[in-house]
């Protein structure tokens, strides 16, 4: 009980880990600066018709799911934990609504992510929900594990990287390599899914194979370019820019 103990009070001051799990969902790895007025208002936008869409039809599951989308990503901006959670706990209540008539992945998947956000606002309550996390990211996974790209495996692989180990936590870093392979078989297409594996590699000091991969990188982004348009993307893509370049300086220092 005492390891326990120690393992938690070493952990809690950390709990930061949960602000970077988040933002490495969807861009895959950390943000880099802060996110532009412009994109500011694009997600708050798309959350509010969201928001209201759904709460004009809430019976209705695929407004359900785009809410829960969007909060999510609207959370991910949010400048204080009253606002995020404030953004979070309405799509988690959607969220659960829809997953009491119906398990759908989506349902999982939006629920975890969200329930992300809320856990970003809470110390010692952090570690319970990211229990319920990882049980909701397999939900999803086992239903339809190409949703969002290879969003599930993705998302599994950033938790159990970014998490404290056992006994404070789920941390795993066989189970986030594991995870990372199966986001890129599933979804080979998507830059994402490799910048999220490139920055596994480098945390295990795999140069090796984190050079190997690098190298591969740019034509899977160039490539990947032509399917991944949209304001939505366009904002994606800035991101993984500066992930790009910030993954290839680490590696670039790791190698001299």
């Not at 910048?195 to 295990?204: A, D, F, G, R, T």
């Amino acid at each position: 009980m005492k390891t326990i103990t120690r393992r938690l009070e070493e952990t809690l001051p950390s709990m930061l880990w949960l602000t970077a799990w988040i933002l490495t969902l969807h861009s895959a790895t950390p943000m880099c600066g802060e996110p532009a007025d412009e994109e500011r208002v694009f997600f708050r936008t798309r959350h509010q018709h969201a928001f209201e869409a759904y709460t004009s039809e809430r019976n209705n599951p695929e407004k359900a799911i785009a809410y829960a989308f969007a909060a999510f990503d609207w959370a991910e901006l949010a400048t204080e934990n009253d606002q995020r959670a404030g953004i979070a706990k309405p799509a988690i209540k959607a969220c659960r609504q829809h997953l009491a008539s119906s398990q759908e992945a989506a349902a999982n998947y939006y629920l975890a992510l969200n329930l992300g956000q809320l856990a970003r606002t809470k110390w010692l309550g952090a570690l319970k929900i990211v229990n319920e996390m990882e049980k909701r990211f397999h939900n999803a996974r086992n239903l339809d594990a190409t949703l969002d790209h290879g969003g599930p495996d993705r998302a599994l692989s950033r938790l159990y990287l970014q998490a404290p180990s056992w006994p404070a936590s789920i941390g795993n870093r066989k189970k986030a390599i594991k995870h990372a392979k199966a986001a890129i078989a599933t979804a080979p297409h998507y830059p994402g899914n490799y910048l999220s594996y490139l920055e596994i590699l480098l945390h295990q000091n795999a140069r090796d194979e984190a050079n190997k991969l690098s190298r591969s990188l740019p034509a899977i982004m160039k490539a990947s370019r032509e399917e991944l348009k949209s304001d939505y993307w366009r904002f994606t893509w800035n991101q993984w820019e500066k992930t790009w370049k910030s993954l290839r300086d680490q590696l670039e220092e790791k190698s001299n």
